[in-house]
């Protein structure tokens, strides 16, 4: 629990607030939807650190009230590099640590501020590198975590930035608590001896100290610029690949007739006939040459089905999580049911990103059909 009574908190927060709404005028106060998305899944996984994809989209349907599955989530981490669970938890442990410093580091403990400022810029993933969304997530770990600090509504602000701006968001509140307890400024390394310099030229000069400041922020707003950059030209790259991802699920939508499915079919189809030696009509060589090309466009893409078509295997309930699937329900864990792979679902290779869900039926066991000829 944070004093927020106490002037000097109060401080701190009216200061970040400040910044926060000028950088929400600069920008004009535009949200992305996939971006609050992806926050309110994040504040979702800082109460919960070992939350799996169905429960978070679970609790998004209920809490937001979205209508979202588990496929899609894990779409959400892989776009966010956050798909393997174990470093998701690293990153949400870091995040943690840095949370449980914060309300200390607000309230002008020193040597707490000192801890985190050094954890907050160190990597979050033991690997030692660093997450893209490490300062994102640690901000909102903090308004989750400590939600009395929000007085001016600007967890609101938080949940609509991406990576480089909630980024900055977050380091305002070191840099509001230097100013309010007159620590130093964290700066570039490269400008650190140059401050120094100046310190013992000037040390008696107002100026200096007004003049280190701006030069601060000039370095915080032109890495700033860059980090946007960045993150720009990763959005453009993200949703080329969305795009590619949303075409090839629309020709295998019911809509369209499951075109993707339907070359499958048709190739094995064709294959059968010319297997038993039957001669097919000239007049659909056309038909046949197109759907020839259609198939290699869709392998040029790197769009690879995920089942083999027709094929009949046994399954458990684990096996069938993530396909559509018709049958009796599974009664125990461990039951296995006799299914055939109705539509074998479709994958973008390249990026792992799942175009539609294998369709699976459940076979009519003997015992079954015996019963029903009776």
Known sequence: MINIKDAKVKEVLEMVHEETERRKLRRGGQMREDIVMENRIFSILCSDYDIGPNNVASAMN????????GDEVIQIFRSRRMANPSERKELLLWADSVT?????????????FEKYEKLRKTP????????????????????EKYPEIDLFDDSSSLFMLGN????????????????VYGYPQYRDSKKKQQSKDNEKKFSHEQAVRRMEQLEIVLDRTSAMLQDLQDEFEEQLEANKVKELADFFAKLNSEKYGCIL????VIRRGVDELRKNNFELPIE???????????????????????????????????????????GTPFSTEGERKTVKVVSPGWVYRDKEIQISRPKVKEEESEGDAAGADE
Do not use: W
Not at 62 to 69: A, I, L, P, W
Not at 164 to 179: G, M, R, V
């Open 124 to 143: 979050a993933l033991r690997s030692g590198k660093r997450h893209d969304s490490q300062e994102r997530l640690a901000a909102i770990m903090i308004y």
């Open 284 to 326: 659909i060589n056309g038909l046949l040459i197109m759907v020839k090309k259609l198939i290699q466009f869709v392998r040029d893409c790197h769009i690879e089905p995920m089942m083999k078509i027709n094929s009949v295997k046994e399954v458990t309930a684990a096996d069938v999580e993530f396909c559509n699937y018709e």
């Open 62 to 69: 209920s809490r937001f009230g979205y209508d979202m599955t």
């Open 164 to 179: 480089t701006l909630a980024k900055y968001f977050f380091y305002d509140f070191s840099d509001a608590i230097c100013a």
């Open 261 to 264: 499915d339907e070359l499958l």
């Open 100 to 112: 449980r410093l914060f309300p200390d580091a607000v309230q002008g403990k020193k040597e707490a």
